[in-house]
């Protein structure tokens, strides 16, 4: 997908998120709820089936074969998405603690939850070995400043940066990857961006991009993957709801919007 294209699909997003009705807006947020939970859990070996976690989250039931602590991650994994999105409404920044906020939500267990490691981690498949625990504080410091002065080319590069960086540093004893992943839509909602989920059928690309940013840098193979995973979402959402796309209105915007909107209307 070319770039205009791209741009297109998030402004025609952005009109259409708009006009859903309470009811079409409840539905397509607990929908992403529920299926970004299953994702992000069932990334890091979390048995939950997409629906066991309806099941959990939307109607209250513990699937009796389940562990409990695969229920709490679910349960934990939810209630840290709502503070997310309850703080990207207010539009508070994010800072140092607030991830530390956000941790403690995933991993709600005291002692470890929103504290940083005191010990050595490795990453099991992976060559890059994160940081001496005596410095992660140190390195901690060093992402929020990159983060507030470095310049990126776009929300999608930014919220890749936000996710790989952190998974590199490995700030905490266990949870980095759904908390990177909380971060990673932190950014892109701050910055008027939908959500997105890394699917488990993705992990493999998911994990080797991220490991090639750790070994040489490159952003490059996370980021189109971030992209194409985010357009594919996009398009799903913009046929879903295409009956409130007004082709008259759209005349009087960007020409690529209203080219698009009849592309999704026509079933290209």
């Known amino acids: 997908m070319n770039n205009n294209d ?54 209250k039931i513990a699937p009796a074969e389940k562990t409990l602590r695969e229920i709490d991650e679910i349960r934990f994994h939810y209630a840290a998405f709502q503070y997310v999105k309850a703080n990207v409404k207010q539009e508070i920044p994010l800072t140092e603690e607030v991830i530390k906020d956000i941790h403690e939500r995933v991993l709600n267990v005291p002692g470890i939850g929103g504290i940083y490691r005191n010990i050595a981690v490795y990453i099991n498949g992976a060559e890059h070995v994160p940081p001496n625990p005596k410095r992660v504080r140190e390195y901690m410091k060093f992402f929020m400043d990159d983060l507030r002065t470095n310049k990126f080319a776009d929300p999608i590069e930014k919220a890749a ?32 961006y939908p959500p997105t989920i890394i699917k488990k059928g993705n992990v493999r690309e998911y994990f080797q991009s991220l490991e090639t940013y750790s070994l040489k840098g490159d952003l490059q193979p996370f980021t189109g993957l971030l992209k194409r995973n985010l357009a594919k979402e996009l398009d799903q959402f913009l046929h879903m709801y295409q009956h409130h796309i007004d082709i008259k209105e759209l005349t009087h915007k960007d020409p690529h919007v209203l080219r698009y909107a009849q592309k999704i209307q026509a079933n290209e």
């Open 161 to 192: 940066w936000i996710h790989a960086e952190f998974v590199k540093i490995h700030p905490f004893q266990d949870g980095n990857g759904r908390t990177a992943r909380l971060l990673m839509n932190y950014s892109l909602m701050s910055d008027g």
């Open 6 to 59: 791209f741009e297109a699909q998030i402004k025609l997003y952005a009109i259409i998120r708009e006009k859903l009705t309470p009811v079409e807006t409840a539905n397509w947020e607990e929908k992403f709820n529920i299926e970004y939970t299953h994702n992000s859990t069932a990334i890091e070996g979390n048995t939950c089936t997409l629906i066991e976690t309806k099941m959990i989250l939307e109607d």
